[in-house]
Every structure is written in structure tokens, then in C-alpha cells.
């Protein structure tokens, strides 16, 4: 796969097609096109899937229709079940445009001159971004503009509040596709935005909570926002919504259950889904995005 930049006018940008389309509507087809798969090894050595990512441009201020694109996901999509240590790879499933999908392999290198992953200033924060351009010849892939990010002026300027809608893309682990990735699309409204941190797995992290459940695989899906007439509290909005980019999907909230069983010392245990996801906010990728580091390296 190649790196870094990218020029606009061999690309989709996705903000104006939002803006013209209702949220009953079915979701375009084109939303699934920004997310691709991330597939890891298992302990035999096998290619299991792992979770979600997507593309994102940031546009040069100086230089009109030109890009560079980024591939983010959560941070522990890419790193052993314990967080301690970083994979030293993965495989990024990547619909092609002759209907069928590649896995590319993808260095993780965390640090020195051929760095392949940068990170939040904040370690809490669960985000990658990587410098990535797939050929556009070959794959079927399109990417978000760095414009659709919720900053954290737009959380306050937007009204976004408990009950805003949102939707998400990313991987089904029951059926992610047999010759193609087939992202899922899931729906629900924003649970709780606080500005305290929320605890998970005895981090506290800043994140907001969404009544949609998220399951295995959803990990670094990215999450939008579809704001209409609640933006501007107190006004009826005449107009087309506006769709922006929430976050990127972290994981559910669960219950365990214990199970009792007879005959047996032991007593296993599930999972129950709550119903409520964790969402990292948009405005920590745009930190990131726009952070010393990344300005760097692509010059502006």
C-alpha cells in the first residue's frame, strides 16, 4: 500500500451527499465504502477478524482538492488482549473495485524513523491514525473529510445533547462477507454526554455513551451524528440535517451473569450487553489529526 497524500478529484467526498439525505431514509451505500476490515492472527497462525477502521483526508489549506489520508481505528484493535504491547501487524481487508477483496498486510511500528502509528497526546485515548493510501485503481474505497469532524465548539453550537441520532458502519463477526467486506449499519441516539470521564477497564477516559449495542468486531467503527431540528433549541430548522462525525466506536457495556452449573466446581460466566456503547468523541481524533506530530510530518 502506498502512503500519505492524496488529490481530491479522484475522490468521494461524502460531506455534501450527507447533507441531502433524510434519516429515514436507507443509509447510501457509499458510507460503507470508508470502512475497511482488520484482521490479525490467532495463536494457530490463523486470519481472524478483529475490528473496524476507516479513511479520513485532511485537506492542505494551501493547495485546493488535495488530501492526506489517514486510516484510524482504535488503538486496542492493534495491540494484545492485556493493551500492554503493541501487534506487529495486521491484515486490512479491502473491498477491490472487480467485486472481490484483498488482505494487505500493514506494519504496526510504534516508533523510530519508518513510524507507521501515532496516537494521542493522551494515553487514555483510544485512537490510531495511520498514513495510508490504497490504490484507487485497484480498491474500492472513498474518505471522510477532516471537515465532517465534531470539534468541541460543534458539540455546543449543535445542540448535541441525550437524544441525538446517531448511526454507525463496521464488521459483523456472524458474516463479514465471503469474497467482500459487508459492513453492518447500526442505529440509536446518544445516551449521555458528561464532562466527567467515564471509567473502563480501570482507565477513566473521555467518552460519551450511545443507547446502541455495539458487539465484537464494531471496535474502531467510526459513529455520525444526524442532526435536524434540535440543533438550535427553541427554533424550528427549515433545511437538510446535517451529518457530522461523531466518533469512533470503543465497545459496549456489559453485565456478567454467572452460570450455575451442576455436578461441576466450576461456574462459568456471560456477558449481557446493556445496550449502551462507549464512543471516543470525534474532537480527540481531530487532536490527533491536527496534533505537532502528524502537522509534521505531512507539512501543513
Known sequence: MRKLRICAAIAFVLSG????????????????????FV???????????????????????NKDHYYSVYFVTAKHVLQTLDR??????????????????????????????NKTVFVHDDPTVDLVA????????????????DSMLTTRDDFKQLN???????????????????????????FGRVALVTDEKIEVDNEKMDLYLIESASFGGNSGSPVFFYL????????????????????VMKGYFHEAKLLKIFETAKIPGIESSLGISAVTPAYN????????????????
Open 228 to 247: 435536524g431540528a434540535e440543533r438550535q433549541p427553541g427554533s424550528i430548522i427549515i433545511g437538510s440535517p446535517v451529518l457530522k462525525i461523531a466518533g
Open 130 to 145: 495511520m498514513p495510508m493510501l490504497p490504490s484507487q485503481d485497484v480498491f474500492d474505497f472513498k474518505f471522510l473529510p
Open 84 to 113: 500492554q504491547k503493541w501487534l506487529p501487524g495486521f491484515f486490512l481487508r479491502l473491498n477491490k473495485k472487480d467485486g472481490t477483496s484483498e488482505m494487505a498486510p500493514v506494519p504496526v511500528v510504534p516508533e523510530g524513523t
Open 39 to 61: 484482521y490479525v492472527l490467532n495463536e494457530k497462525g490463523e486470519k481472524v477478524a478483529n475490528g473496524t477502521g476507516f479513511f479520513i483526508g485532511v485537506k492542505d489549506p
Open 160 to 186: 448535541i445533547c441525550e437524544g441525538s441520532e446517531i448511526f454507525f458502519t463496521g464488521l459483523f463477526l456472524p458474516y463479514p462477507g465471503y469474497k467482500k467486506n459487508y459492513p453492518v449499519v447500526r
Open 17 to 36: 451527499m450527507f447533507q441531502q439525505q433524510s434519516y429515514a431514509a436507507p443509509v447510501p451505500p457509499e458510507v460503507k465504502t470508508t470502512v475497511a
Open 285 to 300: 481524533l481531530h487532536e490527533l489529526l491536527f496534533g505537532k506530530e502528524l502537522k509534521k510530518l505531512r507539512g501543513f
